[in-house]
């Protein structure tokens, strides 16, 4: 089974709405990366929350972490056609394994 | 700074013939990654190297895939015998320390894209 799934695998929304990804995940981690993946700019970290953590903001993102239902969700604010881009969740497995597993994304389109 | 740079970009290959790609991570980066991403999936882990510790290679497909990291820098990964099923972009990334530390996000190449024919 797949560690890290994105719900839901693609999102079509207006310029100034906001996008909600949700993460699941089924061991537990150490910490949950989100990154960005664009034909531009490649792969991008966006942040990165740690399993004491539930919420995280940066710019316009907030990230929330719920270890109870090993679940992720990433917020965008008042979003621009430029977030268009797959949305990836990663989790960092605690007990020291360093082994990060990937989603299969959230393919975001903003539309002007 | 100079980013993660991967070579070559671009790799066109006929089915059976080894292949190399190169990764070179930001310098003073101590742990490195290589990934596989298929077309519109995501990103499978294959194998993890920090400092001089022994790589997991966990994630390594086949025999065929192997990787290497000289002077605990430039990395390569070795496919040998390339079947159509290794198409797929390979990307790179590199890491202050290991992941299950605070704050280290990974820091990704842009990918060097295989098709083997």
């Known amino acids: 089974s797949q560690q890290g799934e994105e719900d839901p695998q693609a999102l079509s929304i207006q310029e100034g709405e906001n996008a909600t990804m949700n993460c699941s995940y089924k061991?537990?981690?150490?910490?949950l990366q989100w990154y960005r993946q664009n034909s531009g700019r490649g792969l991008v970290h966006l942040i990165l929350?740690?399993?004491?953590?539930r919420e995280k903001h940066s710019g316009r993102l907030r990230v929330t972490l719920d270890t109870s239902k090993k679940s992720s969700s990433l917020l965008i604010t008042a979003s621009r056609a430029a977030d268009t881009a797959s949305y990836f969740c990663?989790?960092?497995?605690?007990?020291?394994?360093?082994?990060?597993?990937f989603g299969i994304g959230t393919k975001l389109q903003v539309i002007p | 700074g100079a980013g993660v740079s991967q070579s070559p970009s671009n790799k066109v290959t006929e089915k059976g013939k080894d292949v190399e790609l190169r990764c070179d991570p930001i310098?003073?980066?101590?742990?490195l990654y290589w990934y596989r991403q298929s077309l519109g999936q995501g990103l499978e882990f294959l194998i993890y190297?920090?400092?001089?510790?022994?790589?997991?290679k966990s994630g390594l497909p086949s025999d065929r895939f192997s990787a290497e990291r000289t002077g605990g820098s430039v990395s390569t990964l070795t496919i040998q015998r390339t079947q159509q099923e290794d198409s797929a972009v390979y990307l790179c990334?590199?890491?202050?320390?290991?992941?299950?530390?605070?704050?280290?996000?990974?820091?990704f190449g842009p990918g060097t894209r295989l098709t083997v024919l």
């Open positions: 929350i740690r399993s004491n953590e």
């Open positions: 990334a590199s890491s202050p320390r290991w992941v299950s530390s605070s704050y280290n996000e990974q820091f």
């Open positions: 310098s003073g980066h101590t742990a």
């Open positions: 061991t537990s981690i150490n910490n």
């Open positions: 990663a989790t960092v497995p605690s007990g020291g394994y360093q082994k990060v597993t």
């Open positions: 190297f920090q400092g001089n510790s022994a790589p997991d």
